[in-house]
């Protein structure tokens, strides 16, 4: 069986969905579904079980595994509850590490590009300790994730033992179906379709940065099609371990992204840009873009997708239809 932690999330749902596609129906989902209709993201899908993550621990130790892809996670940057966001994040990681360790079972795992923080340091994905050091991530989301990248790298240095293959994913700025429940982590193509269908005002943010333009703020926007190409050829290639950036290598602006769905529904731009809120301007990240030498050299050559066409795929294929699930 495989095991997909945050199986009913965003990426986590693609993720089951190319596993049945490539003929894998032994997928076993560690989630909660609450009350927010987030099992729709599962509801095409054919599952051996979905266990509550409280319960996961006892379920490992009754079932055997071909590979673990951790994807659960508190993921909001905004979480304030430290307490939660460690224990959730960081030390359920730890825990599920030892057990692979332990099982010589593959551990594939969720990092974040909130680890870069401001991108001070830039955006290499160095795996060294002393590289992951210099990091200093600006939200609790952002630092759970890289006490797990640094609890792995130090095992790595130390030479302790690891999972068979232990891969680390940082992903970028990610969009596509089954975000909706994400409610303001949503995409803003996302979260602003509706009023881009129905030609009313979209709003984006001003630029409080001399030199940058408003709405020229850039994001490496990864499509999730992308992101779910690269686990599954992780999991085809099990001699592949390492910490790798997840992004395109192309730093787009958010007027492109809107600009995008405007094309693919062929109407007429609507844009105003508001002021940027006070209480993240300190903090707000003008620029992402991820290196992917180290994903490249380790063999990937799936490629990405261009951002007009992703958000044409993602407006066509979902966003325009009454059934916007994959």
């Avoid at 209709?37 to 071909?66: F, H, M, S, T, Y």
Wanted: some cysteine.
């Amino acid at each position: 069986m495989l095991l997909v932690t945050g199986g009913a999330g965003f990426i986590g749902s693609n993720v089951v969905a190319a596993l049945n596609e490539a003929g894998r129906s032994d997928v076993v989902v560690c989630d909660l579904l609450g009350s927010d209709g987030k099992w729709r993201n599962l509801a095409k899908r054919q599952l051996v079980d979905i266990v509550p993550p409280a319960e996961l621990l006892g379920w490992l130790e009754a079932g055997k595994l071909d590979a673990v892809i951790h994807l659960g996670a508190i993921s909001e940057t905004t979480a304030t509850d430290g307490d939660l966001v460690i224990e959730t994040n960081f030390r359920f990681s730890m825990r599920l590490l030892d057990w692979c360790t332990a099982h010589a079972v593959p551990l594939i795992y969720a990092s974040s590009a909130a680890t870069y923080g401001d991108g001070a340091e830039g955006f290499d994905d160095d795996p060294s300790v002393p590289a992951l050091k210099k990091l200093r991530p600006m939200n609790l989301y952002g630092w759970s994730k890289y006490l797990f990248d640094i609890a792995v790298a130090e095992r790595l240095a130390r030479g302790d033992k690891l999972p068979p293959q232990c891969a680390g994913l940082k992903f970028f700025n990610v969009f596509g179906p089954n975000e909706y429940h994400k409610g303001s982590m949503m995409s803003v193509l996302a979260r602003r379709f509706d009023d881009v269908k129905a030609g009313r005002v979209v709003q984006l943010f001003k630029s409080h940065r001399e030199g940058i333009a408003d709405g020229d703020q850039r994001r490496d926007f990864i499509y999730v099609d992308d992101v779910v190409r690269v686990i599954m050829w992780l999991l085809a290639t099990p001699s592949v371990s390492g910490l790798f950036n997840v992004g395109t290598g192309k730093a787009r602006s958010f007027k492109d992204l809107m600009m995008a769905a405007y094309a693919a529904l062929g109407s007429k731009p609507n844009i105003e840009y508001i002021d940027m809120p006070e209480s993240i301007r300190g903090s707000y990240q003008y620029f992402t873009q991820s290196k992917v030498d180290r994903l490249l050299g380790a063999g990937y050559n799936g490629g990405f997708t261009t951002l007009e066409d992703s958000v044409k795929a993602y407006v066509g294929d979902y966003l325009d239809r009454p059934d916007r699930f994959r």
